[in-house]
């Protein structure tokens, strides 16, 4: 293929449908019209010959030979975009870059909630998009630029090449209604425990297996009375019941946040888990992606950050943190 007739610009849009596997999204992405994404993608096909997307039940999948263009392609307009247009560096003032974070329920909720104002202020005309990606997914993602940056807790990434950083640790704490019957003393033993019944929020990140483990170790049966498929609905059960809940203490926070809740410590201790941003090598030097980091740390570390370092390091790295 001589290079002299092809045009570079379709691998933009190689790019945004392998990024969002949608044709509508693509569009939107590139600012372009959902006719003009179709008509370079009959051109690649016709380049490539391969249907390189098809359509599935929601927008389109990559063929065999797209998934092994994504990452070359990703790469390629990573360098121009960092080595050649951008090497003045990055100002989030005027950029109009849209940052990719992988964040699952509760960690959107959270860091939506605090991080927002920061990022609307400094980087105005940016957008952020949190995704949650299967877990077989999430480390790929990153790895392809399909995602800069995730945030949360992802014990899947501890054995990876990824480089980490940690932003908090937190444990478990027993929320309720502030009136309940049981609870008026001010005090959650483990005999009260036992004999209330509880809602579990089910959520992604399989922290409440957790807690069940705990529990089953002490000996404390749990009765669950409402199990929920996400953490949105969990104030309102909670507010309107006597029914308890053992969970993350970042969503406690949230879900007291009305004054109809409270928080009680649990009369044992549960493991605590880490609270994480994790990136890939490619992204590592990506001034926008650099500058979203330290905005990230700036917000959820409780003092400066230290330089991070490859999940290799990491052992170094988090002591400097403790």
């Known amino acids: 293929m001589d290079l002299r007739k092809f045009d570079l610009n379709l691998l933009l849009v190689l790019d945004a449908l392998a990024r969002d596997r949608s044709v509508t999204l693509a569009a939107r992405r590139l600012g ?4 003009t994404v179709s008509a370079a993608l009959n051109r690649l096909r016709a380049v490539f010959h391969d249907d390189l997307f098809v359509k599935a039940a929601r927008g389109v999948e990559p063929t065999p030979l797209a ?3 994504e990452a070359v392609v990703a790469q390629i307009l990573e360098h121009v975009h960092s080595d050649v247009l951008n090497r003045t560096g990055f100002d989030a003032a005027s950029t109009e870059r849209s940052f990719v974070v992988i964040a699952g329920e509760l960690g959107q909720t959270v860091f939506v909630r605090r ?12 957008r952020l998009r949190f995704i949650f990606p299967d877990a077989d997914e999430r480390l790929a993602a990153l790895e392809d630029g399909r995602a800069d940056l995730a945030l949360g807790y992802f014990p899947q990434f501890a054995r990876t090449a990824l480089f980490q950083q940690l932003l908090y640790s937190r444990s478990f704490v027993c929320v309720a209604r502030a009136a309940h019957p049981a ?36 000996g404390i049966p749990r009765d669950v009375a409402v199990e929920l498929g996400h953490a949105a609905g969990a104030e309102q059960v909670l507010a309107g019941s006597d029914l308890v809940a053992v969970l993350p203490e970042s969503l406690a926070t949230l879900c007291c946040s009305s004054g109809a809740l409270r928080q009680w410590p649990l009369p044992f201790g549960l493991p605590r888990y880490d609270v994480k941003q994790y990136w890939h090598r490619r992204a590592h030097s990506d001034p926008g992606v650099t500058w979203l980091r330290n905005l990230v740390a700036a917000e959820f570390q409780a003092r400066p950050a230290p330089a991070p370092a490859p999940a290799g390091e990491r052992q170094t790295a988090e002591a400097a943190l403790q």
Do not use: C, Y
């Open 67 to 69: 998934r092994e263009l």
């Open 32 to 35: 372009l019209g959902q006719p």
């Open 183 to 218: 609870l008026r003393d001010g005090v959650l033993t483990r005999e009260k425990l036992a004999h209330m019944q509880h809602v579990i929020v089910a959520m992604l990140s399989n922290l409440d297996e957790t807690v069940a483990a705990e529990l089953r170790r002490q």
């Open 115 to 126: 991080l927002l104002a920061q990022f609307r202020q400094r980087a105005p005309r940016a």
